[in-house]
């Protein structure tokens, strides 16, 4: 699956943002989607996942309750809505997935993701 993020952009603090993920291919509902996001001089971090249903969704503990991860399985397109940002939320954001049998496996782990898209760009300024 190839895999095409979009929405970044410069945002002040406090404020919202979406992304999204676009997929190719008509079994978007077979993968595992995640995000992640690297900083500056930074490795790579899991942000949030969710798992084929929509059902279970995972999130790094310094975006619970400000980013939310969802997806249209008919669109093949998975988005972070990002709210109450910060500064420290500064990063490339990569949507990532991985095909899996388990209707309700999410993965936190950038290894168990075999596709990745191309990266977009967050600056938020304070």
């Known amino acids: 699956v190839q895999l095409q993020a979009s929405g970044g952009g410069l945002m002040q603090a406090g404020g919202s943002l979406r992304l999204s993920c676009a997929a190719s291919g008509r079994t978007f509902s077979s993968y595992v989607a995640g995000w992640f996001r690297q900083a500056p001089g930074k490795g790579r971090e899991f942000v949030a996942g969710?798992?084929?249903?929509?059902?279970?969704?995972d999130y790094r503990d310094s975006v619970k309750g400000r980013f939310t991860i969802s997806r249209d399985n008919a669109k093949s397109t998975v988005y972070l809505q990002m709210n109450a940002l910060k500064r420290e939320d500064t990063a490339v954001y990569y949507c990532a997935t991985a095909m899996t049998s388990f209707t309700n496996m999410v993965y936190s782990t950038a290894g168990r993701y075999n596709s990745w898209g191309q990266g977009t760009q967050l600056t938020v300024s304070s």
């Open positions: 969710i798992s084929r249903s929509g059902d279970t969704t």
